[in-house]
């Protein structure tokens, strides 16, 4: 018993005097020294998007001239975009952006948000926005951001728009053909063909040409503008004792690029007469 008692008690003494030790916590990792998120992935043409880059020292050293630094992977950036503006001191370097902000200490952070715009003309396709955090005593490595995407600048179209009126003095009747672009591109090589109906003479015209000795007029304007309009006319003469409606026509035959409204291509007017003296439109 007196053995049992004096193990007992030496037991206790060992573990009130033995130091706990906690389980080891995991410590918290670093931020990545550089990353970026854009605005849009989806380009065209004249886009205009912004990307934000966040960027980290996590070095034990001053980074001393920081930049931050924006690339395309395998390409050249600037083949694509052109620097818009940034929130910080921003510039154009060897086919790439930077953003530079002095030096960075150890540990701490910056951020910036660049405005850029795919230029007119820029290499399409898929590619990579990469990102890295530069010194002038040491550079962290470059990682990889989104995929982005420039596409085809989207096919261009003109509305081109058609009428027909009519005025009548005594008894010759001159229609108007005007040509409108609704746009949204400008319109060239456009041409409307125009006709009078039997049982009128023709007179003359003014920016139209006849066909032949037909009763076929071509109208053409070379080019016009998206929102402008144009006209043209020709005269043609009532014949004498004639009766009735007659129905002239104009209809849009070529222009460039596509039109792609056909409803507004081709105008009508209807005008009459009555033993060829009384005539209307």
């Given at each position: 018993?007196?053995?049992?008692?004096?193990?007992?008690a030496?037991?206790v003494t060992?573990?009130a005097?033995a130091?706990?030790?906690?389980p080891?916590?995991a410590?918290?990792?670093?931020?990545?020294t550089?990353?970026?998120?854009?605005?849009?992935?989806?380009?065209?043409p004249?886009?205009?998007?912004?990307?934000?880059?966040?960027?980290?020292?996590?070095?034990d050293?001053?980074?001393?001239?920081?930049?931050?630094?924006?690339y395309?992977?395998?390409s050249?950036?600037?083949?694509?975009?052109?620097?818009?503006?940034?929130?910080?001191?921003c510039?154009?370097?060897?086919?790439?952006?930077?953003?530079?902000?002095?030096?960075?200490?150890?540990?701490?952070?910056?951020?910036?948000?660049?405005?850029?715009k795919?230029?007119?003309?820029?290499?399409?396709?898929?590619?990579?926005l990469?990102?890295?955090?530069?010194?002038d005593?040491?550079?962290?490595d470059?990682?990889?951001?989104?995929?982005?995407?420039?596409?085809?600048?989207?096919?261009?179209?003109a509305?081109?728009?058609v009428?027909?009126?009519?005025?009548?003095?005594?008894?010759?009747?001159?229609y108007t053909?005007?040509?409108?672009?609704?746009?949204?591109a400008?319109?060239?090589?456009?041409?409307?063909?125009?006709?009078?109906?039997?049982g009128?003479?023709?007179?003359?015209?003014?920016?139209?040409?006849?066909?032949?000795t037909?009763?076929?007029?071509n109208?053409?304007?070379?080019s016009?503008?998206s929102?402008a309009?144009?006209?043209?006319?020709?005269?043609?003469?009532?014949?004498?004792?004639?009766?009735?409606?007659?129905?002239?026509?104009?209809q849009?035959?070529?222009?460039?690029?596509?039109?792609p409204?056909a409803?507004?291509?081709?105008a009508?007017?209807?005008?009459s007469?009555?033993?060829?003296?009384?005539?209307?439109?």
């Amino acid at each position: 018993m007196r053995a049992t008692n004096l193990f007992r008690a030496a037991l206790v003494t060992i573990v009130a005097g033995a130091t706990l030790i906690a389980p080891a916590t995991a410590m918290a990792e670093d931020p990545p020294t550089s990353t970026v998120t854009a605005s849009q992935t989806q380009l065209q043409p004249g886009t205009v998007f912004t990307v934000h880059q966040t960027l980290f020292n996590k070095a034990d050293f001053t980074l001393e001239g920081a930049k931050g630094a924006l690339y395309s992977k395998d390409s050249i950036l600037l083949d694509r975009v052109t620097l818009v503006s940034c929130t910080g001191n921003c510039y154009e370097y060897d086919g790439h952006v930077r953003a530079s902000f002095g030096d960075l200490p150890a540990g701490a952070s910056r951020e910036v948000t660049y405005t850029l715009k795919v230029i007119d003309n820029p290499v399409v396709g898929p590619w990579i926005l990469r990102t890295q955090l530069v010194g002038d005593n040491y550079s962290f490595d470059i990682t990889s951001g989104p995929d982005m995407v420039i596409g085809s600048a989207p096919a261009q179209a003109a509305d081109v728009a058609v009428g027909l009126t009519g005025s009548v003095s005594g008894s010759r009747i001159t229609y108007t053909v005007s040509v409108k672009n609704n746009g949204p591109a400008d319109a060239t090589g456009i041409n409307v063909a125009a006709a009078y109906p039997s049982g009128l003479t023709y007179v003359g015209t003014n920016g139209c040409t006849r066909v032949g000795t037909t009763r076929n007029l071509n109208c053409a304007v070379a080019s016009l503008a998206s929102g402008a309009t144009t006209t043209k006319t020709f005269t043609a003469s009532v014949g004498l004792l004639a009766t009735g409606s007659f129905v002239a026509t104009a209809q849009r035959t070529a222009s460039s690029p596509n039109d792609p409204a056909a409803a507004n291509d081709k105008a009508s007017r209807t005008c009459s007469a009555l033993l060829g003296l009384m005539v209307r439109c």
